[in-house]
């Protein structure tokens, strides 16, 4: 059974770069197959793509978002990443991470974590 | 203003059949496969339907997904109590070098 797990600091500063961590068990991400990826909830509010990356280090980003994000992967440690920078208080949301079927026309996200809550506040 | 269209609310009676639609364009609904996500209050969303109208292990036959043209629907029959949950819609759309898009939500409401 594949799980997920975000970790990463709940509370980031305005102007300030928001770095998550999703661990992977239960599965490599360097198996193929699979977009691994990066999904957000503004609270009370409906899911907002940030964008997935492929374990070759393929990318592919939100356009509204594209100029703030970078997402990485590291295969030794089972992980990818998602880096956020200059945030503002509109950036804070629930963050998930999820893996997604890389075979179809509209990958679907099979498995997520449990989500994390970051905060942009001084 | 999300780029796929559904219904904020819905609601049934127990044992009743709701269907919750999802409108597109051209660019995703229309040209790729649609997929459907639950999302109970205070977890995380889990995938309900998948390539239109196919179900993963363990989601009950009660759910079933429908896609025509540039528009989708998500039905739920014999409705139950623990239904009652938030519902998206997503597709990948072809605009802007692609993108994954999701529908704004739609919450199920058991009376």
């Known amino acids: 059974q594949v799980q997920l797990q975000e970790s990463g600091p709940g509370l980031v500063k305005p102007s300030q770069t928001l770095s998550l961590t999703c661990t992977v068990s239960?599965?490599?991400?360097?198996?193929?197959?699979?977009?691994w990826s990066w999904i957000r909830q503004h609270p009370g509010k409906g899911l907002e793509w940030i964008g997935y990356?492929?374990?070759?280090?393929?990318?592919y980003y939100n356009p509204s978002l594209k100029s703030r994000v970078t997402i990485s992967v590291d295969t030794s440690k089972n992980q990818f990443s998602l880096k956020l920078s200059s945030v503002t208080a509109a950036d804070t949301a629930v963050y998930y991470c999820?893996?997604?079927?890389?075979?179809?026309?509209?990958?679907?996200?099979?498995?997520w974590g449990q989500g994390t809550l970051v905060t942009v506040s001084s | 203003q999300s780029v796929l269209t559904q219904p904020p609310s819905a609601s049934g009676t127990p044992g009743q059949r709701v269907t919750i639609s999802c409108s597109g364009s051209?660019?995703?609904?229309?040209?790729?496969?649609v997929n459907w996500y639950q999302q109970l209050p205070g977890t995380a969303p889990k995938l309900l339907i998948y390539?239109?109208?196919q179900r993963p292990s363990g989601v009950p036959d009660r759910f079933s997904g429908s896609k025509s043209g540039t528009s989708a629907s998500l039905a739920i029959s014999g409705l139950q109590s623990e239904d009652e949950a938030d519902y998206y819609c997503?597709?990948?759309?072809?605009?802007?070098?692609?993108?994954?898009?999701f529908g704004g939500g739609t919450k199920l409401t058991v009376l």
């Open positions: 999820a893996r997604a079927l890389a075979t179809t026309v509209s990958p679907y996200f099979d498995y």
């Open positions: 239960g599965g490599s991400i360097s198996s193929g197959g699979y977009y």
């Open positions: 990356i492929y374990y070759s280090g393929s990318t």
């Open positions: 051209s660019s995703n609904i229309g040209s790729n496969t």
């Open positions: 390539s239109n109208n």
């Open positions: 997503a597709a990948w759309d072809d605009s802007l070098n692609g993108q994954m898009v």
